[in-house]
């Protein structure tokens, strides 16, 4: 079965430093995102991506924060100075389609750990 | 804003059903989502609504009522690997989810 690929699955950084979180979407799939859960609580929405461009993003995307499809494959999240607080396991999830209807499906998660 | 309510834990034993409501506050509804979680692994597709009633899949069943702002994942016969969370989430239509709390959910022997 098709599965959302996501790697590193643990990243350790400094505060500051940037960070790149990978993903690798279903093949089929047309509409990616990204979610974030600090551990113990709810898992928030980031960012929704279609056709090159966000279609939605969050507060908590801010100037820090950025997606890129830089190939067929890919879809990565940048983090460009890292703050304690983002520490988080960071989530990829793809669709077929947008809209409200379509299962999203999750990754495994990337576990993100600022020091 | 968007808010959306539901118990943080819920205990069971096995074979019995459980019910986890959620209660949301939110513009530009779309539909309510049910996601499972084990122990912090990736969120998992149960169920959808986007209209009133009840929808069935298997063990699983989830209701929504518009009108009342509330919706309810229903899981018959529960198994001991149903223990996890359980998040209802709205959805917009740009498919963003809006997620819960989450309920916690313990199936005893």
């Known amino acids: 079965e098709p599965e959302v690929t996501q790697t590193p699955s643990h990243q350790v950084t400094q505060m500051g430093q940037e960070v790149i979180l990978r993903c690798v979407p279903i093949?089929?799939?047309?509409?990616f995102y990204w979610y974030r859960q600090i551990l113990g609580q709810k898992v928030e929405f980031l960012v929704s991506?279609?056709?090159?461009?966000?279609?939605?993003k969050s507060e908590i995307f801010d100037d820090q924060f950025s997606v890129e499809r830089p190939d067929g494959s890919n879809f990565t999240l940048k983090i460009r100075s890292t703050k304690l607080e983002d520490s988080a396991m960071y989530f990829c999830?793809?669709?077929?389609?947008?809209?409200?209807?379509?299962?999203?499906?999750f990754g495994p998660g990337t576990r993100l750990t600022v020091t | 804003g968007q808010s959306l309510e539901q118990p943080s834990e819920v205990t069971a034993v096995e074979g019995a059903i459980v019910q986890i409501n959620c209660t949301y506050q939110?513009?530009?509804?779309?539909?309510l989502s049910w996601y499972q979680q084990h122990d912090g692994g990736a969120p998992t597709f149960l169920s959808y609504?986007?209209?009133?009633g009840l929808e069935e899949t298997g063990r699983f069943s989830s209701f929504l009522s518009r009108s009342d702002s509330y919706g309810y994942l229903l899981l018959q016969e529960l198994q001991m690997k149903d223990s996890a969370s359980y998040f209802c989430?709205?959805?917009?239509?740009?498919?963003?989810?809006?997620f819960g709390q989450g309920t916690t959910l313990q199936v005893k022997p």
């Open positions: 999830a793809s669709s077929v389609y947008g809209g409200d209807s379509y299962e999203q499906y």
């Open positions: 989430a709205v959805s917009s239509n740009t498919g963003k989810l809006i």
């Open positions: 609504n986007a209209l009133d």
């Open positions: 093949s089929n799939h047309l509409y």
């Open positions: 939110t513009s530009g509804f779309y539909g």
């Open positions: 991506f279609y056709n090159n461009e966000i279609s939605e």
